[in-house]
């Protein structure tokens, strides 16, 4: 079993619609989590950490679920701009970040 | 403005031999990762380094070396006996040991490696 596990999607979104996705992970004793944003052919970009309490960026709403072991990510009235890769990142010892493969958004007019 | 660098941003390779990927950051982070990402697959980690002279094997180490010399630096060497080396590589840095938790990494432009 993988430790970082995504459901590869691709999500189809008409634009305005929400989108809303999961991440699971394995390692009970994993210490932060990132929702990562990856363009094609272009490297990881910080979208936003995900704390113990969920937060809200915008229109995007992360939350933590520490007891079934898994992140969430919610996108509310989607855009063009939001289609993307949208990738799960778990610390959880030092130095050591696991990625899951992504989940593909592809919001349509 | 402070972030990493990674050169060449395409770098072509003949079988059997050694390339050198540059990496290289202003941010006064303590700890750079290198990790691999092919098509459709999440990125593994290669090699990182939690402090100057020091160094850790990743997930896939195997066929890859790295050196730490320089707390900015941390240099990727891809050898000969990588067997299938053709993939996109990501350099990446976070803050040191005592600020690590919640840090997130950011990461170089990446490196596009092709093996012909």
């Known amino acids: 079993r993988k430790e970082v596990e995504q459901d590869p999607g691709p999500f189809n979104v008409p634009e305005g619609a929400t989108v809303a996705f999961n991440c699971t992970y394995s390692n009970s004793a994993s210490q932060s989590f990132f929702w990562y944003r990856q363009d094609c052919r272009k490297e990881p970009k910080l979208l936003m950490s995900v704390y113990s309490s969920g937060n809200e960026d915008g229109r995007f709403t992360a939350q933590l679920n520490r007891a079934s072991q898994y992140i969430s990510l919610l996108i509310r009235d989607s855009k063009l701009s939001d289609s993307a890769t949208y990738l799960c990142?778990?610390?959880?010892?030092?130095?050591?970040?696991?990625f899951g493969a992504g989940t593909q958004v592809v919001v349509t007019p | 403005d402070g972030g990493i660098t990674q050169s060449p941003k395409y770098l072509f390779r003949k079988e059997g031999q050694n390339v050198t990927l540059s990496c290289e950051q202003n941010?006064?982070?303590?700890?750079m990762y290198w990790y691999r990402q092919d098509p459709g697959q999440g990125l593994r980690l290669i090699y990182y380094?939690?402090?100057?002279?020091?160094?850790q094997k990743g997930d896939i180490a195997e066929g890859y070396s790295v050196s730490r010399e320089k707390k900015e630096s941390f240099p990727l060497t891809v050898t000969s006996a990588q067997k299938n080396p053709t993939a996109f590589y990501l350099c990446?840095?976070?803050?040191?040991?005592?600020?690590?938790?919640?840090?997130?990494?950011?990461f170089g432009q990446g490196t596009r490696l092709t093996v012909v």
């Open positions: 380094s939690q402090i100057v002279n020091d160094f």
């Open positions: 990446a840095s976070t803050e040191g040991r005592d600020r690590w938790e919640g840090t997130e990494a950011f």
């Open positions: 941010l006064n982070h303590d700890a």
């Open positions: 990142v778990v610390g959880h010892s030092w130095g050591k970040f696991q």
